[in-house]
Structure formats: structure tokens, C-alpha cells
């Protein structure tokens, strides 16, 4: 960078500082979640509340609103593709930041921290009346941030949230292509579940300590490529991956003894953002757009890739299976590869996304998104939310939904103001099989290497294609580049027939 | 605070601010010894700086300066004692740090990072050359320190940064009273060692796993009174407490299987330290001097009450022996109370201070104190630290030092320039006995109590006479209050000798 004029310098400098900051911020959420004692919530609602608002306060500097100025008028940089990119970025995270009135955005964190403590307790007590005080001052909250960020032309309040989560995303269009994608996916389901065989559950079902889940899930994402030395795998609620700071990027994850699958599966799609989060160049544009993850549509299609498009292959399975038998004993072994891989590829309607499989999770997923949308535009009381989840559920999962602790209540997101968000999870299934189809050509073999439990040429192709660019590309263009074309549902309905349907014999 | 002037609401919040973003500084500082992952040392080392920056920016304010000023005018604020208590402390905090350049201030906090890292490293391979130019840099920054921070009217640089750990105090005061006080001591060790008899250690080395080490920790801490709600327990390389907010106070300790008495009573020095912090009146006052401790020396008396004229009393040990013996099980069965109470009260000459016994510890202080001072004045060179620290131990504790690593590189604190904290130890022994004279004057039947495990009795006394206090009286004067006498040695010698020199059949 040092050819770089000094305004450029300065302000790569000035968002350093503030993305410091903000790596202080999403680092005492960390602990929130893992480690903090109860008692200490008020002062870490005040800590965090602070915080946000310093981070505001950087983000929105005038100063840097001159220096971006300055910088879009040079030739040399506009020149100059990593630093056009940069610059375009920065313009849109200013601009977006700057309709956002400090004392808002103070108020959404410490009102999101205060609720999201009660959204605990509320889920434990299986108790909605006393988290809905608080979803309704988070919904208003966010309906005057979507004000602030202003609707775009032609779009409705929601799109002004997704746009934050996925840039330049609509309702709409998204809605679009969900909607059919819907039906198939009810299809394929009705088909499997209808099909009279299904794969013996026994394999999932043994009795594993936490302990020895813990080893295992460490000795998974080590061969994956995870850094250890540059993270950390713990136990929280909700598990999520949270890319603190260069090297440093923590996953949770949480054990039941009667669920080991759950427990892995969950580490691999953390463990899939967190290898996004390491292979990110930070230690060289910490603070810049080139050091930022696309889009979470592009996130999550890291996280899925190697929970499903990895973990639930046979080749991952011929690898595993003694790793696993090396880690919890007996009870594993007298299960061959056939019946362990067709165990986790089972297709069951069940209450809770996070443990839902690969066919019905996306039905999870758009039930949240039509639920947001309809609770931002109004459509949709807070109050009513119970009702409506639990009529939507059985439209579309085919089951009734026993308490709000395992129905509305479940998802940790809502309670600080993640709204928009959801659809972001069903879009990564689109991106990452998209992608998958053009690995399986570029490495041809890729089977085979899973099978000497070889996953770092797969990582090798994540950090060159996607890790190592940063925001330069727009979530769409990176999809072109890669596939050459705009992203469709067709892999991914390809993908889950082509797996599931011989798995049931179909 | 309703019917106070304006100017005082508005210096307490700017305050209470300023205290939120440094109880978040503490807070990562904490996770650098829990919980990072060592590439995560860089990102760190920048938070810390920048973190450290910001709150140095609010503490000298000039905006604080002129409320002080305001208030310092107003006669109901000063008829008021405790809005007097804290103008007092509050103008003497303004001073103390308007005097430190804020350039200083974070590459005090930045080298200090990165030394720490280097010294575990260093500490681990037992090579002091290793750390030395970083120990050499942290000693030229604390002299700054000293010089900006201004020498007292006939005392020396060193008594400057003794002042911000024990206000007031004189290096030439210690030395009169350490000196004298390290001849006795010599003394009584020479006579229980030599006495012919000695404690069996054989209760202290029976083979304890780590985990139930952990749960009896965490056991003798609730009985104490330790909110576990409001606190952890983690694992650390050297045991602290965090007092990081109101409501979260974290312990840190650390386990060896051979000997879980270190832990036991680690754990308990931490607890005492933790007590006074959740005694703090934190949730009415934080960031008033109202809502600090007073001084380090006082912190220690409470620690080293809970660990020595509490946990090593033999009324303690008549109650805790059964929870021991449910939570380890049979190889504790086969001691008497007797023969436990004995073992925890041997005295042996020893490498590590923070293991070492009530008798010789304050020699292991004494060493340090004298060392740290020499280093500021410029007596003796950092490269001959390791020298000098082996001939002094020989000489005051009559053994040699084997390495570094159970030499001068054991301890933490000056790798991140805590230097004039070490005599705060000694002089906590010292209150922490004067204390217990008069604790035991106002609840006679004390011990009676700790056999019935009631410990309650003896928090509520230190909630009510030090901890709600805050810092509303300084250090002599609360001794003074209490004890109705200045600080003397006498009641330490008494307390040993007292309880030594039986177990030793003296």
C-alpha cells in the first residue's frame, strides 16, 4: 500500500481503529453467550450499548466521509481493482452507517442485549408472554432502522434489513425462487418419507458423553484445516462462529448425550464459517472491505458445504467412521459406513432447524422468512406469532409443534434485532451446491481424497476462489465467475435427489 | 444523588462511562489468560492499546476537570462525606492521570501485551534471555511513568508507582518496617524448621484429578459467600481476580493432580479478593471512587484472611474435612483433622511465592520489593535481575534457586509493568491480621461458627466495615477506625507464632 496516496492510507487506518473496536464488540458478545455469570447482564448491556455507539461514532466520522471523497476522485486508485473494490465497499458501509442516528443504534444493542437475556430464560421456561414485551420493542426498533436505511425503490420495509445481510437482495426475488422451491422440496420430502424404507436411526441413537463429543468435534475441524492455534471450539446455547479478530475465530457448539450427530453436525457448518473467517486476509487489510466476508448468503454456503456437501458424503464416512470408533469405543462399532451414512442422511420432519436435515431445513427457513417479513410489515402482531408459526409448521413440515420452547421460541436471532437474516441461511444451500458442481470439475477426485482424509485440496480451493477475495466481488459476480452463470435452484435439487433417493431406495 | 447539583450528576456519568470502558479493558484482559488462542496475541495487543486510549481520553477530559472544579466550590457536596470521599479520590485520579501523556499510556499497554505473551513463552522454556529486552522496554516505560507521574518531597522515583497500588506509602516506611519485621521471620522459620518435628505432608499429596479439585474449589467458595451467579472460576497459568463489573467478578485458579492444596488455597486467596469486589457498592456507585477498593495492601488483607486465618484455622478444618472427603472420596478418608490442619500449616522453604507458606511468604515479598526497587532507582541492571534474585533467595530463604522459571520468571506482573505492587502483598498480611484481633473482639465465638460452617457471619463484618465503604476512608484511616491503632507488625508475629509454634510442638 505504500504507493497509495495518503488519503487512502489514512482512511484504510481510520476503519482499522474502528473495526478494532468492533472486534471488541462481537468478542464481549462472544462471552456473553459462553461465559459470563447471570448477574453480570445490565452492566454487559451498558458495555455493549457503549460500544456500538464508538463504533458508530467511527464509522461515521466525517472525516472519513472526506477521505472517501478524495479517494473516489483518484485515477490510480480507481485503477486499481482491489482498490476500486475497497472503495466501493467503504461508500456503501458509510452511506449505510450514516443514516443510522447513534442514539438508534446505541438503543438496539442495549435494548438487543437485555432480550436476548430474557429469550434465554423465556425458552427455558418454554414461556412466550414474557419474551414478548421485548420482541415488540426489538420489532419496532428495527422497523425505524429500516426507516433510517431507507426503502429501496420499488422494494417494501423488509428489503431495507436483508439488504444489510444480503446486499441487493429483494423479498421479492427471493420469494420468487423459494416459493416453487418450496413445493419440490415438499415433494422429495412426502416421496422419502412416504418411500416405506427408511434408514435405521440406531447409529445417532448411542449414548455419547459430552467429553468425548468434544474430542471428536475437535478432531473433525482439525482435519477439515481449522486453525486451533488461531480459535476455539466452546459450549453455548445457540451455537454460532464469531470471527473476532485476525487469528482469532471462536465456534460454539452444544452436546445432549443422546445426540452426537446433532452435536457434529453443528460443529462442521460453524467450523465451515470459521475456516471462511481464517482464510479471510485480515492480518494484511483488517478493517477494509478486502478483508470482509461477500454476503451471509455466501457465508452460509461455506458453513453448509462442509456440514453437508462434506460431512454427509459416503467418502467422508469411509474416512471418519474409525476416527469416530477411536474416540467413543464400542458402542459405535458394530455400525458398517453404509448404515452410519445412511443414518445421517435420514429425512425426518422435526421441530428444530438447527437439527433439521438437508431436505426439510430449507422449509424451516422459509417459514422464519415469510414469519419476518410479515411481522415488519405489519401484516403480522408479535402476539400472534405462537399461532401463526405452529398453523404454518404443520402446512409445511407436516407436524404439530408441542411448546413455544421447540416452535417460535427456539431461534436466538429475533431477540437482538436479526431480522432479514433468515433467508440468508436458505441461499447458502443454492450458492454452495452451485459451487459444488464446479469443484467436483475442477478437482475430480475430490471423493477420493475425502477417503485418505485429504480436505485441505477442498480448503485450497475456498481460500484461491472465495477466502482469499474478500468483499472484492458482490455475492452475484462471485457466482458468475465461478460458475458462469447466475446462481439457480436446479443444483441444489439435483444434489439432494441424487443423494437422498437411493439412500431410500428410490 | 437526586437533590445533588447538576455538575456532580454530569461528572458521575462521564465517569461511570469512562469505568464501563475500562471494566470492558479488563474484560479482555481476562480472556488473554483464559481463554485466547495464542494467534489472537497481535489483535490483542491492539484492542488493549486502543481500549487503554480511550479510557485514558475520558478520565482526563477536561470537561471532568471542570466539574471537579465546580463541585470542589460547592459547600453542600463537601458537607455531604461520601460525595466529599469522592471528590477527594475523584480529583486525585483526574491528577494522576492528567499527568500521563495518553502516547504512553497505550505503548504501556501495548508492549505490555506482547511482553506478557513472550513471558509465558519464556517462562515455559526457562530462558530469561528471552524476555529480557522486553522486560528491559518495560522498565524504561515505567520510569517514564514514575518521572510524568511525579517523586514525592523526599522520596524516591520508586514510591511514585508504589503510590498507585498503595496511596501514600513510602519505600523508605516499608523498608523500616518490612526490615525488622523480615528478622523475625527469619527467626521463627529457623526455629519451626529446626524443631525436629514436623507436619506429615503426606494429607497434601495424595493424587486428586483435576475436575474434583475443581468442584471442591467451587464448594468452599459458595460456603464463603461467593455468588456464583454473579462470578466464574476458570483456569489460568497465574491465579487473579477480575472484579470486571457489578455483577461479574472472575477467579481465576490453576490445578496440578500432585498437589491440590496449592489449588485449595489459591483458590481461596482469589475468593477473598472476589468477596470484597462483590461487596463493592458497584450496582449504586460504579465509576465512583464510592464503589472502589481502597488499595491493593487492603484487597490482599481480604484475600489472605479467607486463605490463611480462615482456611488454615483448625475450626475450618473440623467442617470442611467431611466436604473434602464427599467430594475426593477414600484417599482422604484416612486422615484425621489433626493431621490435615497440621500438613496445611507446615513450613517448608520453597521456590514459588504464590505456594509458598503464611511464615515464609512475606520473604519471598520482601525479595521482590527490594529487587523492583533497585531495577527503578538503576542499582541493578535487568540482565543481572536473575543473579541477584538466586543470591537473595539463598540468603533469605536458605535454599538454592534451580532455573529461572522457578525463579525470577514465576511471576506475572512485571512483564505488563506492574512494578511497586509487589510489598502491597506483605502489608495485606500485616491488616489482615490487625483486622482479625478486632473481628474476633466483635464475634467471639467465631471459630465455633466455622466449625458449624457458618461463614456468613464473618462476610456480613467485612460487607459492613470495609467492603460497603468503598473507598470512602483511605487505608490508615480505616485501620484506625477499625482497630482504633495505625498499622504495626505486632498482631502478624502474634497470629504465627501463636499458631505455629504448637504445630510444631514449640
Redesign the interface.
Known amino acids: 500500500m505504500s504507493d497509495h496516496p495518503a488519503d487512502y492510507t489514512e482512511l484504510c487506518s481510520l476503519l482499522k481503529?474502528a473495526a478494532?473496536?468492533g472486534?471488541?464488540s462481537a468478542?464481549?458478545s462472544w462471552?456473553q453467550e459462553t461465559?459470563?455469570?447471570?448477574?453480570?447482564?445490565?452492566?454487559?448491556a451498558?458495555?455493549s450499548s457503549?460500544?456500538a455507539e464508538?463504533v458508530h461514532a467511527r464509522t461515521t466520522d466525517p472525516r472519513v466521509g472526506e477521505l472517501l471523497e478524495n479517494c473516489e476522485r483518484d485515477k490510480s486508485l480507481l485503477g486499481d481493482a482491489r482498490a476500486a473494490a475497497n472503495l466501493r465497499e467503504m461508500r456503501r458501509d458509510y452511506d449505510q452507517a450514516t443514516k443510522l442516528p447513534s442514539q438508534l443504534v446505541s438503543e438496539l444493542a442495549e435494548v438487543g442485549s437485555k432480550a436476548q437475556h430474557v429469550w434465554k430464560d423465556a425458552r427455558a421456561k418454554n414461556d412466550f408472554a414474557m419474551f414478548r414485551p421485548w420482541l415488540e420493542k426489538m420489532v419496532a426498533l428495527s422497523r425505524r432502522k429500516a426507516e433510517c436505511l431507507g426503502v429501496p425503490t420499488g422494494g417494501e420495509i423488509y428489503d431495507a434489513l436483508l439488504d444489510q445481510y444480503e446486499p441487493d437482495a429483494k423479498a421479492s426475488e427471493i420469494e420468487a425462487v423459494f416459493t416453487p422451491l418450496r413445493d419440490k422440496l415438499a415433494g422429495l420430502v412426502s416421496d422419502l418419507t412416504g418411500a416405506g424404507k427408511s434408514p435405521d436411526p440406531a447409529p445417532r441413537r448411542i449414548k455419547v458423553p459430552e467429553a468425548k463429543q468434544h474430542a471428536l468435534g475437535l478432531a473433525i475441524i482439525e482435519a477439515y484445516g481449522f486453525?486451533?492455534?488461531?480459535?476455539?471450539l466452546?459450549v453455548t446455547t445457540h451455537p454460532f462462529c464469531s470471527g473476532?479478530?485476525?487469528?482469532?475465530t471462536r465456534l460454539t457448539t452444544r452436546y445432549r448425550e443422546s445426540s452426537w450427530t446433532d452435536a457434529l453436525f453443528g460443529t462442521m457448518h460453524e467450523c465451515g464459517h470459521g475456516l471462511y473467517e481464517q482464510g479471510l486476509p485480515k492480518a494484511e487489510f483488517?478493517g477494509q472491505p478486502l478483508a470482509d466476508s461477500i454476503s451471509l448468503g455466501i457465508h452460509e454456503s461455506q458453513s453448509r458445504m462442509w456440514e453437508n456437501f462434506v460431512g454427509r458424503s459416503h467418502a467422508f464416512w469411509e474416512w471418519a467412521l474409525p476416527v469416530v470408533s477411536k474416540t467413543f469405543g464400542d458402542p459405535i462399532n458394530s455400525f458398517s459406513v453404509d448404515e452410519v451414512y445412511a443414518s445421517v442422511n435420514a429425512v425426518e420432519r422435526s421441530l428444530i432447524r438447527v437439527e433439521a436435515d438437508e431436505a426439510t431445513y430449507n422449509l424451516h427457513v422459509m417459514l422464519r422468512f415469510e414469519l419476518e417479513r410479515a411481522i415488519i410489515s405489519g401484516d403480522l402482531a408479535v402476539a400472534d406469532i405462537p399461532g401463526e408459526w405452529n398453523k404454518r409448521f404443520e402446512e409445511y413440515l407436516g407436524m404439530p409443534v408441542p411448546d413455544d420452547a421447540r416452535g417460535c421460541l427456539q431461534d436466538v436471532h429475533w431477540s437482538f434485532g436479526l431480522m432479514g437474516y433468515f433467508p440468508t441461511y436458505a441461499l447458502g444451500n443454492l450458492y454452495a451446491a452451485q459451487f459444488w458442481d464446479k469443484i467436483n470439475e475442477d478437482i475430480p477426485d475430490l471423493d477420493d481424497r475425502f477417503r485418505r482424509g485429504d480436505f485441505i485440496t477442498l480448503l485450497d480451493w475456498l481460500r484461491t476462489n472465495i477466502h482469499s477475495c474478500g468483499k472484492q466481488y458482490k455475492a452475484g459476480q462471485l457466482c458468475e465467475r465461478i460458475t458462469g452463470k447466475p446462481l439457480e435452484a436446479a443444483p441444489l435439487m439435483r444434489h439432494l435427489e441424487g443423494k437422498l433417493k437411493p439412500v431410500y431406495g428410490l
Not at 486453525?227 to 476455539?232: I, Q, S
Not at 473476532?244 to 482469532?248: F, I, K, N, P, S
Request: charged share 25%.
Open positions: 481503529k478494532t473496536l472486534s471488541v468478542f464481549i462471552d461465559y459470563m455469570p447471570p448477574s453480570g447482564a445490565n452492566a454487559r451498558e458495555q457503549l460500544m464508538l486453525d486451533l492455534d488461531a480459535g476455539r466452546d473476532v479478530a485476525a487469528g482469532d483488517f
